[in-house]
């Protein structure tokens, strides 16, 4: 993914030294509106506190990835799935992950950009990315 | 017969299995598809010869596997590839197991050659795709390749044209909700499906350069057989044009495999061909053990 500092975001300001890296699937003007199919992403790796968008995600919100997804794959409940369970490791596949990806879009009430959405490799990542969108849309 | 032959050379501690058949490399526009049915691989012997052929990484990548099945999958993916490619070479030059992988800046995995570079190496392009109980790999000499399969009974848990309003092209939503049968309406959605994801993986770069609703891809009129590629809108340096651009650089072929599942194949069109379809060989195989050419490959 490429990665481009932008200066005009006003949610950014104030900034520690480490910044926030956003990085813009289309450059085009995207703050006209505040639709949440928008896609961009946070690199985790440097978080000032300040930003509203938590790091750490809710165990709520885990518990319910995992249970769509296990729904999804059909799994056994000795079949455990946890944060860090990659879904590949589970043998979902590119059909079976947009289906996930569906079935937390109802769940949560949001709209992932499809990009972002194949992109999600684990219940963790697909969990910070619904509190990051739930976050936009109720902020 | 041939399994106690190996179970033989094995117990006299021969260094080898038989050795891989080579095999003629693909003409230009032409797809060899070879496949192996997991259930028809069961021998621990053989599936040990074939854990021997990988690469300490991919070793690793099976290994994090859950449940026996996924790994056992995963093994003959990886061996499919590696004794495939070898047998391209001539004179059975490269050994599968000191074949090296690579993968391209957007994650495609491609041959790395660079042990190899005073050989005459051909230019071959591979992909590959399986499901539960089918694992396949498409070759082609020249241009890029991508292939998807899925089985023809996958069920879709979701509202099948809701998935495709909310991931696929208007003309294709379009096309599927003319469809006034469930059951026919969910094969051509993934038959659709094994197309579209062909061509993302032909194009090499990513889930981004090719979000599903930015093209379509249909049956030609004329002849049931052929797919084109439209896209439904192209941004230029200048404007958010909408343009409906039918892309002549691609051929697709969709077929139906071991009765049970549907293959797309997507290949650059080198425009040599004369628009000519894509002409593909089908075999089944057990590597080191045999091969059958399937010479009814039904294309759809």
Known sequence: MASSFCSSISMQAPISAKTTRFSLQKPVSIFNNRKTNLSFSLHRRSMPARLAVSCAVKQETVEKVSEIVKKQLSLTDDQKVTAGTKFTELGADSLDTVEIVMGLEEEFGITMAEERAKEIATVQQAAELIEELVQEKTA | ?300
């Open chain 2, 1 to 300: 017969m041939r399994i106690s032959v190996m179970s033989q050379l094995q117990r006299s501690f021969s260094m080898e299995f038989p050795s891989l058949v080579s095999l003629k490399l693909p003409s230009p526009m032409e797809t060899h598809l070879w496949y192996i049915r997991p259930d028809e691989v069961k021998s621990p012997s053989l599936l040990k010869h074939y854990s021997q052929l990988l690469s300490p990484s991919e070793k690793d990548q099976v290994s994090q596997l859950r449940g026996d099945a996924l790994k056992k999958n995963a093994l003959l993916a990886r061996t499919l590839v590696r004794t495939t490619i070898a047998r391209y070479q001539t004179n059975n030059a490269v050994d599968p197991r000191s074949l090296m992988f690579k993968k391209n800046i957007y994650g495609k995995p491609e041959v790395d050659w660079q042990n190899y570079k005073n050989c005459n190496i051909p230019p071959l392009h591979f992909n590959i795709s399986h499901t539960d109980s089918l694992i396949v790999c498409g070759v082609t000499v020249h241009v890029p390749i991508g292939i998807d399969v899925e089985d023809k009974e996958r069920k879709i848990k979701h509202d099948v044209l809701a998935f495709a309003e909310r991931f696929y092209s208007a003309d294709e939503v379009k096309f599927l909700s003319t469809i006034p049968d469930p059951e026919s309406q969910r094969k051509e959605f993934i038959k659709l499906w094994t197309l579209k994801e062909a061509y993302v993986k032909a194009l090499g770069k990513g889930f981004s350069a090719a979000p599903f609703n930015t093209f379509t891809i249909q049956s030609k009129a004329e002849t049931k057989e052929e797919y084109s590629l439209c896209k439904t809108s192209e941004m230029t340096a200048s404007s958010l044009e909408k343009t409906n651009k039918c892309d002549r650089e691609w051929k697709f072929a969709l077929l139906e495999l071991a009765d049970s599942h549907y293959a797309a194949i997507c290949i650059e069109d080198d425009q040599a061909s004369g628009g000519a379809p894509m002409r593909v060989i089908v075999r089944k195989t057990i590597p080191f053990v045999e091969d059958e050419l399937i010479s009814e490959s039904k294309l759809l």
